[in-house]
């Protein structure tokens, strides 16, 4: 087992996680295009859930370029893994025009 495994007993380099909660630290958010290049960056405290950054991290998409006509305002699909999945978020992206592809959780 390499030394940096985040298993008990993984050796001298592993420490507490940062991220677990309320621990101090932080976690960063970030929201890209389909080809992997950045859209939007956030920042939030380790404490807090991941679901509280997400509308904020929507609301902070800038204008998408477009090769011809006017610039799209948004997305038309957005993809994110189970820590967003809630009605809220479901209803609050469709309300927005967004079509979610928000991956449940296991039940």
Partial sequence: ???????????????????????????????SDAQGSPLAVAVSGANLHDSQA????IRGIPAVRSRRGPRRRRPGKLRADKAYFSADHLTW??????????????R
Avoid: C, E, Q, Y
Avoid at 20 to 28: D, F, N, V, Y
Avoid at 54 to 57: D, G, M, S, T, V
Avoid at 93 to 106: T, Y
């Fill in 1 to 31: 087992m390499p030394p940096w495994s985040g298993r008990k007993g993984g050796g001298t380099l592993t420490g507490p996680d940062p991220v677990a909660r309320g621990k101090k630290g932080s976690r960063l958010h970030v929201l």
């Fill in 54 to 57: 997400f509308k904020p991290l």
């Fill in 93 to 106: 992206l469709r309300g927005r025009g967004l079509i979610p592809r928000i991956a449940r959780p296991v």
